[in-house]
Every structure is written in structure tokens, then in C-alpha cells.
């Protein structure tokens, strides 16, 4: 299918009368009736401001200032390094052509003009102009839309302020890290006020990363609200996520999950997971891996989960993240690994012991390629002393 170039603009630069008046001519055989002249180079760049041409038949031999001048002196401003200009010369060498080139000059054609030929490289440089123009607007309203999707994603997570006022609440340090590997992610996590000695504590992992997955954590966040978490064990919690997240999410597509409740007056996290990365928890000088197993959302319906409970007295932390802190490695560190969590915490309690996550997360974007091939969420929830 022909593109229609009626709406395209098409500046003649050419000190003789007669060229410009037959070179108009030849190119509305392409549709184009937009067209300016100019005698010279010098005045061809005041009509390329004034004009705003989509290309310009530029002529080489010209006083003032010739075609070559003119070309180089439009590649120097930044809104006319991609102008396609077409060079017109009765010097037909190779050594003239690569004059032109040198100059900035889009394509060449030789004097006398061949009207078919003519025609036909206008029209090429145009569509070509028409086709990325198209794909940079295209490009930027991608930017901003993904922009935009990615501020909602953003605001589904707990913000500095709520963090605040729970961890004032309950007595505790709340510290996160969120960062997804492309514009979107599939990480969610959440924190969750159930009574005055009761809070929750949410991460999700998606499968895959990008838009798919973000979309999924929208479907997530709409879900969540229909399952009140203050009288349901964690492990019947998740139970009945799976089963809203199987009705809503594609084929193949799932996540891991672990969801614990910290009850402050038992000084107990009671928890139950799907296949999440192991938690570390850390009482006293003990830090261990807990049994996160369990099947992944979404999967299937038939799944179930079980409740595990362990002390976290005063003084105590866990440390939630997402698989991207173990699966990440870098040109000369391998991932970190599942066993090696715990230490990687102890050497960053060791330099923050208030704060741990800041250098832990320093630590590891020292061995990472970046970026991330992977989401990225890590989660500090310690009991003040």
C-alpha cells in the first residue's frame, strides 16, 4: 500500500530559477504540494527554520554558501540531525558522492534529474521519515504510559509514612528494597494491621517479570481485600488466594508466596507459605532458614498449606526477599545461593546492626550484572529491644 505524502513539506535549495521551478514540478508527481524554495545555502537554512520541511533537494554548487555547507551546518543543530537531505549534482563520481555523504547528505542523485528516479527517492526518504517518526511517537507514548503504570505499581506498596506508623504501632524496624528488572515487575509485598497485638506481613512473587506480571500484581491487589486476614490462620488465608488467584490468572502462570502473622503478646510468627524463598529468622545469635515449601498459587485448586510457628521475642528480625537476591550473579560472583543467606545477614548485621538491609543491598549490587535479570524485593522486620 502506497503511504499518502500530501501532508509532507518539501524545501528546494537551488540558485537557479528554471532547476527549482522543474523540480517542483516533478515532485507533486508524488502527491507532495507543500513546497518552499531558496536560492542559496545560507538562505536555506533560515527557510529550513521557518518552513520546517520533512526534506530538503538540496543543490551542491551554489554562492554564498553551497549545498555541503549548508548540509553540515543543519547536522550541527540537534532538531535537523535526522532531516533527510537529498543532494543534487551534475557531478556524477564516486568521489563527489562521498563529498556529499561526508557532508551529512541522506541520498544523491545526479543532473539531469530523472524525473521517475527523482520521484522515487523522494518518496523513499519520506516514507522512511514518515515510518520512524511514527515509531518515535509510538516509542514515547509507550515511555509514558509504562511510566505511568509503573508510578500505580509503586503505589501499591507500603509507603514510607505507613511504614513508620506501623513500625511505631508495634515496635518494630521496617526496612524494604523494591526494584523491578524492566519497567513493570511481578514483586508485591504488603504490611497488615489486624489488631493492636497483631500484624501481617505479605511478599509475592509472580512468575516472570514485565507487564504480565505487573498486570498480575493489580489482580493481586484487587484480591486481597476480599479475604479479611484478622480471622483466618495464615495458612487458610492462602488457601482461599489460591483459589481466587486460579480463577483469574492465564494458564501457566502462577506465584510464590509467604504470609505470616506476628503476634506481639505471644511473642510467636505463625506462617504459612507457597514455595517462597526461605525467610531468615534470627533470634539471639541463632539465624536460620525456615521451610517455606508449599505449593504456588495458582496452580491449582486442590492446594492446601500448613501453619508453622516459631518465637520472635524482642530483639528478633525476619528477612523476607524475593528469589532475584539468591538467582543474580555478575561477571565475576556466581548468585549468592540459598544456604549463603544467612551469613550475607550476619555480615550486614555486623556493619548496621539497626539497619542491616542498607548494606546487604550494597553488597549485593557490588557482585550483580545489572540490571536485574530479575524483581527484586527484600524485607527487615526486627522487634525493638
Known amino acids: ?50 518552513f520546517r520541511p520533512d526534506l530538503v533537494l538540496l543543490d551542491v554548487d551554489m554562492p554564498v554558501m553551497d549545498g555541503l555547507e549548508m548540509c553540515r551546518t543543519l547536522r550541527r543543530i540537534a532538531t535537523h540531525e535526522e532531516l533527510p537531505v537529498l543532494f543534487q549534482t551534475a557531478l556524477d563520481s564516486d568521489e563527489e558522492q562521498v563529498r556529499c555523504f561526508d557532508a551529512g547528505g541522506s541520498d544523491f542523485i545526479s543532473k539531469p534529474i530523472k524525473p521517475g528516479e527523482c520521484v522515487a527517492r523522494v518518496r523513499h526518504q519520506l516514507e522512511k521519515r514518515k515510518l520512524f517518526t511514527d515509531l518515535a511517537s509510538f516509542r514515547a ?3 509514558r504510559e509504562l511510566s505511568h503504570a509503573r508510578a500505580m505499581q509503586h503505589s501499591l506498596l507500603p509507603e514510607g509514612r505507613r511504614l513508620t506508623a506501623v513500625a511505631e504501632r508495634y515496635g518494630l524496624v521496617l526496612d524494604a528494597h523494591f526494584e523491578t ?19 501481617g ?62 503476634d506481639l503478646a505471644t511473642d510467636t510468627l505463625t506462617f504459612a507459605a507457597a514455595g517462597a524463598p526461605n ?36 530483639g528478633g528480625f525476619l528477612f523476607l526477599y524475593s528469589d532475584a537476591l539468591i538467582e543474580c550473579g555478575g561477571e ?16 550486614a548485621l555486623a556493619e548496621n546492626r539497626l539497619h542491616p538491609l542498607r548494606p546487604m543491598m550494597e553488597r549485593f549490587y557490588a557482585r550483580v550484572r545489572q540490571p536485574l535479570s530479575d524483581d527484586l524485593t527484600a524485607v527487615w522486620i526486627a522487634r525493638r529491644a
Open 201 to 262: 506481613f505479605l511478599i509475592v512473587d509472580f512468575a516472570g517479570h514485565g507487564i504480565t506480571a505487573a498486570i498480575n500484581t493489580f489482580r493481586l491487589h484487587t484480591l486481597i481485600d476480599r479475604f479479611p486476614m484478622q480471622h483466618m490462620a495464615p495458612s487458610q488465608w492462602l488457601t482461599q488466594l489460591n483459589g481466587a488467584l486460579k480463577d483469574v490468572l492465564p494458564t501457566g502462570q502462577f506465584a510464590t508466596a509467604f504470609f505470616g502473622v506476628l
Open 141 to 143: 507514548r509507550v515511555e
Open 332 to 347: 565475576e560472583h556466581p548468585p549468592i545461593g540459598r544456604d549463603a543467606v544467612p551469613g550475607f545477614v550476619r555480615d
Open 181 to 199: 528488572s524492566s519497567e513493570l515487575g511481578g514483586d508485591f509485598w504488603g504490611v497488615y494491621p489486624l489488631d493492636d497485638r497483631r500484624v
Open 279 to 314: 525467610p531468615v529468622l534470627g533470634v539471639g545469635a541463632e539465624l536460620r532458614l525456615l521451610d517455606s515449601a508449599g505449593l504456588v498459587l495458582g496452580a491449582s485448586r486442590r492446594a492446601r498449606y500448613t501453619d508453622q510457628s516459631h518465637r520472635l521475642p524482642r
Open 1 to 50: 500500500m502506497t503511504m499518502s505524502l500530501a501532508d509532507c513539506r518539501v524545501l528546494i535549495v537551488d540558485d537557479n530559477a528554471f532547476n527549482r521551478k522543474s523540480l517542483a514540478l516533478v515532485i507533486r508527481r508524488a502527491g507532495i504540494t507543500e513546497v518552499a524554495f531558496a536560492g542559496d545555502g545560507a538562505e536555506g537554512l533560515r527557510a529550513v527554520d521557518d
